[in-house]
């Protein structure tokens, strides 16, 4: 089983960028997905998350920056995010949460820097 994110890079303030994860070996369709991410030197935080039914929820911080979606078909979540700011600089995780008989996953993260 991997969850596999991209689509992270190098913007200046103000920009976007859509990330991508992708389950292998497992599907998506009847869990819950989230995104984390981690700041250097700072612990993981949750980004967003997205319910089987399509509800998105978002940290304080995003502040209607960010939109979660899935395509269940594709086996793939999505983070766009809009007005990207330094802060947000920091590793972006994919992650599956334990759901009944479903371990947990974490995707390999990929790397987001904010920076003019």
């Known amino acids: 089983v991997q969850l596999q994110a991209s689509g992270g890079g190098l913007k200046q303030p103000g920009g976007s960028l859509i990330l991508s994860c992708v389950a292998f070996?497992?599907?998506?369709?009847?869990?819950?997905m989230e995104w984390y991410r981690q700041a250097p030197g700072k612990e993981r935080e949750l980004v967003a998350s997205i319910t089987t039914g399509g509800v998105a929820d978002y940290g304080e911080f995003v502040k209607g920056r960010f939109t979660i979606s899935r395509d269940n078909a594709k086996n793939t979540i999505y983070l766009r995010m809009n007005a990207l700011e330094p802060e947000d600089t920091g590793v972006y995780y994919c992650?599956?949460?334990?759901?009944?008989?479903?371990?947990?996953?974490w995707g390999q993260g990929t790397q987001v820097t904010v920076s003019s």
């Open positions: 070996g497992t599907t998506i369709r009847f869990t819950d």
């Open positions: 992650y599956r949460p334990p759901s009944g008989l479903r371990p947990e996953y």
